[in-house]
């Protein structure tokens, strides 16, 4: 058994122990539904939670912050309790002693009185008996639903049925693996130049690997929309000895090489697939919400249906500096939205429209991005060369989007702007001797 295998087989023995020690008090929670007697969380006041991931947990916690009384059932398919995502592409890929971080241990959750069902799936929901029902046979009445139900990765089949392992990175026994196998002269190719994909190529270099990236677009980072941002990583990766492959795709693995689409052959041991994600929306459908694009929610995070809810990556909102509807895929939304969106879930709290906000972390070097870069003209502040400088988006002259580059003071001056929809002097903005708080005051 492998040391990610035992990691996981350990942790899963521990959880069932756990579980069995707290039934007394938990029994609703784990016994078997065999008819509407067996039905758990039956109080008048009951929520049920489907997606155990960070989104999810932290809205349990809200809950329970705003008063909330009644039942909480958290609902999730992986084994592990709920852990925030991070950590994946960062931290335990960097080192082997690392031990993965939760967001409370069984007994912390037991404490908040939270019911938490981990390695089963919601695979059916009842909304006019307000029932969601799990594959173990399990049933959970609800009053209130929130669904945090996330993405999953897109697939290259392709690339699955050749003789190179394929790995994703999208859950915790994703990183561990990938962990496993990340090893000094491994040869690693990365398909998608994304902000995963490039901190995985970080945490492979510094442990020695060779690695490759290829991107089908024309350059990294393509999501973001920041031109000047896009080059100034692949300077940086370059320089740290990745070759950067764009405008291609992978075709199929042979053994020891990947064939590209310009012909070429790359040889590699392990590939890692990163390209972009797809939500997961079974259960939504069986309620009759269908869009394919995620969960379309207002600004209290609640769907069409009364009393049913959605939040974190999952949840479509509208994004003003987008100015369209999209899911917020980070660290912040999974947070702030889940947490506004349990606040609305037993009226409390205000209207979420935070504009989307997250980091990467790539060697020695910091990218914060905040708002959006489509459809914008590129302001660049301060010295790309210099290692440290910001790109601000203007469109019609407001602030929609802004991106630092080891620069943290001055993010949080720019995400307060982009907030506020300032409309600041552009050559003011521009000179980087300008003191962005005598802005912020105009």
């Known amino acids: 058994m492998s040391n990610v295998d035992c990691f996981i087989h350990l942790q899963s023995r521990w959880t069932v122990y756990k579980e069995l020690s707290t039934s007394k008090t938990r029994a609703r929670a784990i016994g078997p539904a065999t008819g509407e007697a067996a039905v758990s969380g039956a109080n008048p006041e009951s929520v049920v939670i489907v997606g155990a991931g960070q989104a999810g947990g932290r ?10 009384a009644g039942s909480i059932t958290l609902i999730g398919d992986e084994v592990h309790l709920p852990y925030e995502r991070p950590q994946l592409s960062k931290s335990i890929l960097l080192d082997h002693a690392i031990a993965p971080a939760f967001l409370r241990s069984l007994d912390q959750w037991s404490d908040l009185q939270v019911d938490v069902c981990t390695g089963t799936s919601a695979v059916e929901c009842d909304y006019e008996r307000r029932l969601v029902g799990l594959a173990d046979g399990r049933e959970y009445r609800f009053d209130r639903l929130l669904l945090a139900t996330g993405t999953r990765p897109r697939r290259l089949a392709e690339l699955e049925n050749g003789p190179i392992p394929v790995h994703y990175l999208r859950n915790l026994n994703d ?4 962990r496993g196998v ?16 490039l901190e995985v190529a970080a945490a492979a270099v510094s442990r020695g690997c060779s690695v ?3 991107e089908a677009a024309g350059h990294l980072l393509a999501q973001l929309g920041a031109r000047t941002i896009s080059d100034h990583f692949k300077k940086l990766h370059i320089e740290q000895g990745v070759s950067i492959l764009t405008g291609v795709t992978a075709l199929r693995s042979i053994s020891g090489a990947v064939e590209l689409s310009d012909g070429s052959l790359n040889h590699a041991d392990v590939i890692l697939v990163g390209i972009g994600v797809q939500p997961s929306l079974d259960l939504a459908r069986t309620l009759g919400l269908r869009s394919s694009e995620g969960i379309r929610v207002d ?11 959605a939040a974190g990556d999952v949840a479509l909102q509208w994004n003003r500096c987008g100015d369209r509807w999209m899911r917020v895929e980070n660290w912040a939304n999974a947070l702030n939205q889940a947490g506004a969106t349990a606040a609305a879930m037993v009226e409390q709290g205000k209207a979420y429209d935070a504009a989307p906000w ?6 020695a070097t910091n990218l914060q991005v905040a708002g959006s870069f489509a459809q914008v003209e590129e302001i660049v502040r301060g010295d790309p060369h210099s ?3 910001s790109v601000i988006g203007l469109r019609d002259g407001e602030i929609v989007g802004a991106a630092t580059v080891n620069a943290s003071r001055e993010m949080a001056l720019l995400r307060r702007m982009v907030s ?6 552009r050559a003011s903005l521009e000179n980087p001797a300008t003191d962005l708080r005598r802005l912020l005051s105009a």
């Open 299 to 309: 600004a209290r995070g609640a769907t069409e249906l009364e009393g049913v809810y």
């Open 420 to 425: 506020m929809s300032a409309r600041p002097d």
């Open 387 to 389: 290692g440290r400088f």
């Open 358 to 363: 997250f980091w990467s972390d790539q060697y």
């Open 175 to 178: 990183a561990l693996s990938l």
């Open 59 to 68: 809205a349990a916690e809200a809950l329970r912050a705003a008063h909330f």
């Open 212 to 214: 490759t990236i290829v």
């Open 182 to 197: 990340i090893e000094s002269s491994c040869r690693i190719l990365l398909i998608g130049g994304g902000v995963i994909g």
